[in-house]
């Protein structure tokens, strides 16, 4: 009996760490600033904008080769920061397309803690700063990357764009963290459900989603139950041989984003 109440109690404890812990764990962020100098394409540059409680948060932004080629939003994975994402997505910008890499708070020197509903917020306004520089909603492309995919299903539902690209999407983070922590009721437990089964049904706009067929921290049947609930036109891209951060290693994943834009996005080539 004493066995099994001391069992019982480790638990407990168990659960209460993981509970008090979790956005630590859901958000491990890279606190150093990227260094632009290093990023290895020319014509970035940084941009600042500042949220609602005051925090100015760096972004960067490589703008369009044309006028009136797209631009990508791009809202990056929960590990690294902006300046990771640069030498994969080179090739769209060799093309042509601007980028827009969002800056998250509490990643790459920027200030703040990350949240659900903050970064939701933060994405808000950096799409307003976007529309600002006189990119119009038909030339805004959301491009999100694992956990980025709910922020980037979140603006598409509410506003209008060009194109929806997702980079390894999830249901919702709350069913992933329950796949990887089975022995918990951890989709109880979180706090940020990133839940985009209750958004993709509201986007209005061509969707490309892209998996890895080997990825293991966000299995590819959690992208195709999101693909099956967005609406038409959709397209879905499984690399056979990939996983969930080596997708760009395959050279089909930059030819189908590229010709996705330029059939569905005027200006996109």
């Given at each position: 009996m004493n066995m099994i109440g001391t069992a019982v109690g480790v638990y407990v404890i168990l659960l209460v760490a993981v509970f008090v812990m979790q956005r630590s764990m859901l958000y491990p962020a890279a606190r150093q600033a990227p260094?632009?100098?290093?990023?290895?394409?020319?014509?970035?540059?940084?941009?600042?904008?500042?949220?609602?409680?005051?925090?100015?948060?760096?972004?960067?932004?490589?703008?369009?080769?044309?006028?009136?080629?797209?631009?990508?939003?791009?809202?990056?994975?929960?590990?690294?920061?902006?300046?990771?994402?640069?030498?994969?997505?080179?090739?769209?910008?060799?093309?042509?397309?601007?980028?827009?890499f969002a800056g998250y708070r509490g990643y790459g020197g920027n200030p703040g803690r990350p949240t659900e509903e903050d970064l939701t917020a933060d994405a808000r306004l950096l799409l307003d700063w976007l529309?600002?520089?006189?990119?119009?909603?038909?030339?805004?492309?959301?491009?999100?990357?694992?956990?980025?995919?709910?922020?980037?299903?979140?603006?598409?539902?509410?506003?209008p764009v060009a194109a929806v690209i997702l980079e390894s999407p999830y249901t919702s983070i709350a069913e992933v963290a329950q796949m990887h922590y089975w022995y918990m009721p951890a989709k109880w437990m979180i706090l940020d459900k990133w839940n985009s089964m209750d958004h993709i049904g509201q986007i209005g706009a061509p969707l490309l989603v892209i998996h890895g067929a080997r990825d293991r921290t966000i299995p590819t049947?959690?992208?195709?139950?999101?693909?099956?609930?967005?609406?038409?036109?959709?397209?879905?891209?499984?690399?056979?041989?990939?996983?969930?951060?080596?997708?760009?290693?395959?050279p089909q994943v930059s030819e189908r984003i590229i010709d996705f834009l330029q059939r569905h996005v005027p200006g996109g080539g």
């Open positions: 260094d632009i100098a290093t990023a290895g394409v020319s014509g970035i540059r940084v941009v600042t904008t500042e949220t609602a409680d005051g925090l100015n948060l760096s972004h960067w932004y490589r703008p369009p080769v044309d006028g009136q080629a797209p631009v990508l939003v791009v809202f990056h994975g929960n590990a690294g920061h902006i300046g990771d994402r640069v030498p994969k997505l080179a090739e769209l910008m060799e093309a042509g397309f601007g980028v827009l529309a600002e520089q006189g990119i119009a909603p038909r030339r805004t492309v959301l491009y999100g990357e694992s956990l980025g995919t709910g922020l980037a299903v979140k603006m598409a539902a509410e506003r049947r959690y992208g195709r139950r999101l693909f099956e609930a967005a609406p038409d036109p959709k397209e879905m891209l499984v690399v056979d041989r990939a996983n969930h951060n080596d997708l760009y290693d395959f």
